[in-house]
């Protein structure tokens, strides 16, 4: 059994940023990719940024510049560096993790930016 525990969402004003962690635990012997979705009302999941057990990475094009995920191997946890924060940002964000026994998403986490 997998579990992944977020933490870092809130309420913040447009310009301000945040930064979104994301624990995995459990039954986990290697985590092949990360990555952070995700769902505002009324619009499907989206990926957002992926990080590979290379540290290679990729990011929507709505973030590109302004957002930033790193990982931390030896803790098993995901980050999400997010600056310059809009209000389309606001969504629910989950991570999820790939690993050999198949995907795993965290509960999700609310990030509301206010205009």
């Known amino acids: 059994q997998v579990q992944l525990v977020e933490s870092g969402g809130g309420l913040v004003q447009a310009g301000g940023s945040l930064r979104l962690s994301c624990a995995a635990s459990?039954?986990?012997?290697?985590?092949?990719?990360m990555g952070w979705y995700r769902q505002a009302p009324g619009k499907q999941r989206e990926l957002v940024a992926g990080i590979t057990s290379g540290d290679s990475t990729n990011y929507a094009v709505p973030v590109k510049g302004r957002f930033t995920i790193s990982r931390n191997n030896a803790k098993n946890t995901v980050y999400l560096q997010m600056n310059s924060l809009k209000p389309e940002d606001t969504a629910v964000y989950y991570c999820?993790?790939?690993?050999?026994?198949?995907?795993?998403w965290g509960q999700g986490t609310q990030v509301t930016v206010s205009s």
């Open positions: 459990g039954s986990i012997f290697s985590i092949h990719s």
């Open positions: 999820k993790i790939d690993v050999i026994t198949g995907q795993y």
